[in-house]
């Protein structure tokens, strides 16, 4: 990993441009950027550092491991809103469901089950979906969805209010265009026949390579973190 130097008058120049094209990419759909949350992933921001992201201005982040959100949390609870967008293991879903105001990776029924177990409130998270089937990683393969969502509904405290992908990285962003439709297709698909129980409405879609280009297919958050640093 890299060590992190980023400047908080660098950061904040670089969100301001990232929330530009955001704003235009979301006009070019017809939509408001506003509509489209920007969540800046810390996997490789130190917690030493975290004051950094502060001090420029940004506010909602989103960790990939359980330990790194504990220790990241404990020192900046305050100024940011944290989001889980790492792979949840069940054994550390304690951890993590106390932390954060949404988890963006469920793709397992243990993860499920234990959030359900240890929840005292109702726990919104994102169906992370394979939208292309890449056998290297997770998400729940789009046949097996409602199967996956059937078996989901039993543990009543677990609300799903959307989706996230995460397409191959090609070098070129309009490659990934089909991906971002295909699942935000797939959304209003699940919104219809789960009306009454789950809300599809929530896309995380887009990294700092293809954001422009999931912004314009639907997408309601984006993760970006090397445009940035």
């Not at 017809?30 to 030493?48: C, Q």
């Not at 609870?77 to 949404?102: C, T």
């Not at 887009?206 to 314009?216: C, F, L, P, W």
Request: aromatic share 8%; glycine share 6%; with cysteine.
């Amino acid at each position: 990993m890299k060590e992190f130097t980023g400047t908080a008058e660098h950061v904040r120049e670089r969100f301001a441009e990232v929330r530009e094209k955001v704003a235009a990419a979301a006009a070019a759909a017809g939509r408001s950027g506003d509509d489209v949350e920007i969540l800046v992933a810390t996997k490789y921001v130190p917690a030493d550092k975290m004051a950094v992201l502060r001090d420029a201005g940004v506010r909602l982040v989103g960790e990939n491991r359980a330990q790194d959100l504990v220790e990241k949390h404990a020192l900046f609870g305050g100024d940011f809103d944290f989001d889980f967008i790492g792979e949840l293991q069940s054994r550390k879903a304690k951890l993590v469901m106390p932390r954060v105001r949404l988890i963006h990776s469920i793709d397992s029924l243990s993860a499920v089950a234990e959030l359900n177990k240890r929840a005292g409130r109702s726990v919104p998270v994102l169906l992370e979906v394979n939208v292309d089937e890449e056998e290297t990683k997770g998400g729940v393969a789009p046949d097996v969805v409602d199967t996956f969502l059937d078996e989901a509904a039993r543990c009543e405290l677990v609300e799903f209010v959307g989706l996230m992908c995460m397409p191959p990285l090609f070098p070129d962003p309009e490659q990934a265009r089909s991906s971002f439709a295909r699942t935000r297709e797939f959304a209003q698909r699940l919104s219809d026949a789960w009306r009454g129980r789950y809300t599809f409405a929530r896309l995380s879609m887009g990294t700092s390579a293809d954001y422009e280009v999931a912004v314009q297919e639907g997408a309601t958050i984006v993760r970006v973190g090397s445009v940035l640093f």
